[in-house]
């Protein structure tokens, strides 16, 4: 990369207290791009596209039904953010297909939970072996993901699990939060994230009907405040999912234009500000992936 366009973009992010990792890849061609891009970080919600490959698969080679309905138990939860089953009062039935849908494209935990007692962690992982990608561990469910410090503060007080996410971790990655400790957590990397994307939108080793149903999971994502802004436009389509916890907002998604063009994206990036609420570090966080995307593009 340039290194006039790298340290501009290094001080954008460091102007609303971002460290970052980010990727582009052009699909066609495979030359990407990107900003420290082999930092392992934990994923938050982003492990859920490991897990919709690896419920999608299963649904093509016969082993699950999607029409198969289940009994969720209600998540209950109150603290701002999680939506869909984690937000229900009282137990649902739906099918796993419907599960699928809620987990991915509404980043609903208490649903992907439902999905992990059909496919556990070593599974999801097993499958990603299988299929040739490499740099994501995955190692728990997602209900670690609403019992963080954040969970035990008054809302007013939100900002004091920031503080603790941001000044406990090591240099190494370890951290006594467990969700943020990269030897405990689910876990990778902005270059592994835009592999994952890659075989989805080219599948070689998975079942492109499997890959098909996950694109489509993507594209319907509802959380669209992140990323989206620089990449949705009438001759543009943004598919993605995103991740979420304490001070790490994350983003990996594929940009397809209208002449055929298409980019993987992914950022991952951690936050040296201890707030919750945070529009102007997503909208460096978005811009910084647009440069990025134009630079290659326009190579």
Do not use: C
Request: charged share 25%; no cysteine; aromatic share 4%.
């Amino acid at each position: 990369m340039n290194p006039r366009l790298e340290a501009e973009l290094v001080r954008l992010l460091d102007d609303v207290g971002l460290r970052g990792s980010f990727l582009v890849r052009d699909l066609a061609t495979g030359e990407q791009i990107g900003l420290d891009p082999d930092a392992e970080l934990p994923i938050a919600s982003l492990v859920k596209v490991p897990l919709a490959i690896a419920v999608a698969e299963r649904f093509d080679a016969g082993e699950l039904d999607p029409a198969r309905v289940l009994e969720v138990a209600p998540g209950r939860m109150t603290t701002p953010g999680p939506m869909g089953l984690t937000r229900f009062r009282h137990p649902a039935r739906l099918a796993i297909e419907d599960l699928l849908y809620l987990a991915t494209a509404i980043s609903d935990n208490v649903a992907a939970d439902a999905l992990f007692d059909l496919v556990p962690p070593p599974a999801v992982a097993e499958t990603l072996a299988r299929a040739g990608l490499r740099g994501i561990t995955v190692r728990h469910r997602l209900q670690p993901l609403a019992d963080t410090p954040v969970e035990r503060f008054d809302a007013g007080e939100v900002h004091l699990a920031h503080e603790l996410a941001i000044q406990a971790g090591t240099v190494g990655g370890g951290h006594p939060i467990s969700q943020l400790d990269v030897a405990r957590a689910n876990t990778g990397t902005a270059a592994a994230l835009v592999a994952v994307l890659d075989e989805l939108w080219t599948p070689r080793r998975l079942s492109r009907e499997a890959a098909k149903r996950v694109r489509g999971l993507l594209r319907h994502n509802v959380v669209r405040n992140r990323l989206a802004p620089e990449f949705t436009a009438d001759d543009m389509t943004w598919s993605s999912k995103t991740g979420t916890l304490l001070n790490l907002r994350h983003e990996a998604g594929v940009v397809e234009h209208a002449d055929g063009a298409r980019f993987a994206v992914a950022a991952l990036t951690e936050s040296l500000v201890p707030a919750a609420a945070q529009p102007a570090a997503e909208a460096h966080m978005a811009y910084v992936a647009r440069r990025l995307h134009d630079e290659l593009r326009g190579r």
